[in-house]
């Protein structure tokens, strides 16, 4: 009865490195959510994915983020060139369809670019 | 239009009293209104949920108060514990083909013996 799983959990990244985060949903969830937090504020949407399809991507960075989520395996996040302002943590969400209510939150990923 | 609004940013109780958090809204589109505890180090994890029909939702010690004319909500935690100390947000989310959440800033509980 896994809940959602991010990884890693922790990442350290120099400016200018690319950063990879995970998230693999629950089990029969098929809608991905990501959102970023910064410290001291609430969660902001980023992009919201199916399998193999992007929903909605309008809190989405127009530069250096990008998204997907393949038909096998797990949501990826990805930063290029990372920033200082990058520095964050990262929730993935699930939820089983568009209409479901609940959204199940993951752990997060602390990034911090040094 | 997506804003959501919650007070205050802070808040300390002493146990066993009532620990009472704000939110307002301006999108009238909202139609689902969650609450998410968040311990540090931890991701989010829903604690209540109310949608617009109701006025009221009760869960144990947690109620959600719902007032869609002045479209605010408001958390009660009755008998405030210690354990209970956390951050809690408000979140709101509208009906169509975009699931997302809006959360507000948040509220860190401290709840003091």
């Known amino acids: 009865n896994a809940g959602v799983m991010q990884n890693p959990r922790h990442l350290v990244r120099r400016r200018g490195q690319e950063a990879r985060l995970r998230c693999s949903p629950m089990?029969?969830?098929?809608?991905v959510y990501w959102y970023r937090q910064l410290p001291e504020e609430g969660l902001k949407f980023m992009v919201y994915?199916?399998?193999?399809?992007?929903?909605?991507e309008s809190g989405m960075p127009k530069e250096r983020f990008s998204a997907e989520f393949p038909k096998e395996g797990p949501s990826i996040l990805r930063i290029q060139q990372v920033v200082r302002g990058d520095s964050a943590a990262y929730f993935c969400?699930?939820?089983?369809?568009?209409?479901?209510?609940?959204?199940?939150f993951g752990p997060g990923t602390r990034l911090t670019v040094l | 239009q997506q804003q959501v609004k919650q007070s205050p940013q802070s808040l300390i109780v002493q146990k066993g009293g009532i620990s009472i958090i704000n939110c307002a809204y301006e999108?009238?589109?909202?139609?689902?209104f969650p609450w998410y505890q968040q311990f540090p180090g931890k991701g989010p994890a829903l604690l209540i949920a109310?949608?617009?029909?109701?006025s009221e939702k009760k869960e144990g010690r947690f109620t959600i108060s719902f007032n869609k004319s002045a479209k605010q909500f408001s958390l009660h935690i009755m008998d405030s514990q210690p354990g209970d100390s956390a951050t809690y947000f408000c979140?709101?989310?509208?009906?169509?083909?975009?699931?997302?959440?809006?959360f507000g800033t948040g509220t860190r509980l401290q709840v003091t013996l």
């Open positions: 969400a699930s939820s089983q369809s568009p209409n479901t209510d609940t959204q199940y």
């Open positions: 089990k029969g969830h098929s809608h």
């Open positions: 994915l199916q399998k193999e399809n992007i929903i909605d």
């Open positions: 999108n009238t589109a909202f139609d689902y």
């Open positions: 109310i949608r617009p029909d109701v």
């Open positions: 979140a709101a989310r509208r009906s169509g083909t975009a699931s997302k959440l809006t």
